[in-house]
C-alpha cells in the first residue's frame, strides 16, 4: 500500500536488518565499515568477524521479524534453522549464529547468554524492543543489536537530511571486500580509528568563494583542497568518499583530481580539520598557498611591505 503512492523509499525494518546481518556474514569488512561510518561520531572502530557464512544459523524468533530474517539468510545461500521460543533453548552447540527475535527483551537476553554459554563462539544477534535494556545488552557484549526504531530513524536521516551521503552508503553496500578495506585502510590513516565528521562542501560563492575565484583561472586538484594551508606537504586528517558533478557521481578519487566550480564532496574529517579547511575556502591567500606553495601577503600592510621589500634589499 506504501509503494502505491510512490514513495522514494520504504523501509521495512525487519527486512533490512536481515539485509546488513546478510552483509556482516558475506562481506565482514563491507559491513564493518559501513556499520563504523553510520554510528554516531567519535565510535571505535569495531571489529570484523570473518567465517560466519559456513556454518548453521538458528533464528529463534516469533512474528514476521524471524520469517523476514531467516528468509534473508536463506537467500543468501545460509543454512537455517526455525526455533520455537516456546520449545525451550535451541540447540547451537555446531551453530556459527542465533538470532534470538522473540517480542519480549527478557526472553532475547536470556536465549543470548544461554546459548553463549553453550557455545562462547557463536555470533549474537538481539532483537531489542525498549531502550530500558540497553544497559544489560551492552553488558553481554552482543555482536549485533536491532533495534527497529533505530534503524528506521537513522535510515530515514540519512536519505533526507544528507541525500548525497546515503548515495555513498547504497554504493557501499554493492561493493566486495577489498574495495572496503583499502578505503578503510585510507580512512584509519587520515582520521583515525574513531569515527569521523561528516561535511557536504559545495564549491560556490557561498560555501567556497575563495576557490570559486580561483578556479575562474586556474585548476587546483582535491590534494590542493585537502592540504594543509599552514604546510601544503601535510595533508588534513580528512578524506573525500563521493564527488557529485552536475548529474554524475564519482566514488574513486584521486588527489590528482581537478575541480570544477559547482562540485559537492563529501568529506569525513576529525573534528580540528574543519577550521582549516575553512580558511581555504574562504581566503585567496590559503587557496594559492596549498595549489602553488607561494605564500599571499593576506594583510593590506604586509602587501604593502611585500611590494616594497625588494626595492629596499637593492
Known sequence: RMR??????????????????????QRPVTYQ?????????????PAARPGLATGRWVVCADGQFGVEVAQDLRAAGLDVTMADPRDGDPDVSAAAGLVAGTDRDATNLALAERARLSNPQLFLSVRQQTHSNA???????????????????????????????????????????????????????????LTPDRELVRLDAEQAP??????RAREPTLGNLLSHPDDRTRSLPALALLLVRDDDMVFTLSPDDV????????????????????????????????ATGREVPSTWLWRRLSRRAPAEVG
Open 4 to 25: 502505491a503512492f510512490e514513495p522514494a523509499a520504504v523501509i521495512n525494518p525487519s527486512d533490512r536488518y536481515g539485509g546488513y546481518l546478510t552483509l556482516a556474514l
Open 135 to 193: 544497559a544489560l545488552v551492552e553488558a553481554l557484549d552482543i555482536d549485533s543489536v536491532h533495534v527497529s526504531t533505530e534503524l528506521v530513524a537513522r535510515e530515514t536521516l540519512a536519505r533526507v537530511v544528507t541525500p548525497v551521503y546515503w548515495c555513498f552508503v547504497e554504493h557501499t553496500i554493492h561493493q566486495d571486500d577489498a574495495w572496503s578495506s583499502a578505503l578503510l585502510e585510507r580512512l584509519v590513516e587520515r582520521c583515525g580509528d
Open 33 to 45: 565499515l559501513l556499520t563504523w561510518l553510520m554510528s554516531l561520531p567519535g565510535t571505535p572502530l
Open 210 to 215: 575563495a576557490v570559486v575565484r580561483w578556479l
Open 259 to 290: 575541480l570544477h566550480p559547482g562540485d559537492q564532496l563529501l568529506l569525513v574529517e576529525r573534528s580540528e580539520a574543519r577550521a582549516a579547511l575553512s580558511r581555504t575556502l574562504f581566503y585567496d591567500a590559503a587557496v594559492e598557498d596549498v
